[in-house]
């Protein structure tokens, strides 16, 4: 089975850094895309940066672009969230997510993996 391990949050206090890895156990076959989203409010999550099975097409959500950088290594199926210039709005759960094929895509019922979230804190 496919799973999606987390791990890298906790609390820290604004303006300090924070790196996220997700590792992918099991198979999967083909190329996928990556990604990190946030809960916010409870509602669908939105997504807070994505990089394509090559890594040379990357998104970031406006909020995070300058401060976040995300990345992967595909031979080891993981990717990182370098989160760098933390700010208290960045509270919040962060989710892995994977997206079968080349491309990563904006709404959340495209990603066909998730992982379980880690809680990101950071305090003023």
């Known amino acids: 089975q496919v799973q999606l391990v987390e791990s890298g949050g906790g609390q820290v206090q604004a303006g300090e850094s924070l790196k996220l890895t997700c590792t992918v156990s099991?198979?999967?076959?083909?190329?996928?895309?990556m990604g990190w989203f946030r809960q916010a409010s409870g509602t669908e999550r939105q997504i807070v940066a994505a990089?394509?099975?090559?890594?040379?097409?990357?998104y970031y959500a406006e909020s995070v672009k300058g401060r976040f950088t995300i990345s992967r290594d595909s031979a080891k199926k993981t990717v990182y969230l370098q989160m760098n210039s933390l700010r208290p709005e960045d509270t919040d759960v962060y989710y892995c997510?994977?997206?079968?094929?080349?491309?990563?895509?904006?709404?959340?019922?495209?990603?066909?993996?998730w992982g379980q979230g880690t809680q990101v804190t950071v305090s003023s």
């Open positions: 997510a994977v997206r079968l094929g080349s491309s990563w895509a904006i709404t959340t019922p495209l990603w066909g993996y």
């Open positions: 099991g198979h999967i076959d083909g190329n996928y895309a």
């Open positions: 990089i394509n099975w090559s890594g040379n097409n990357i």
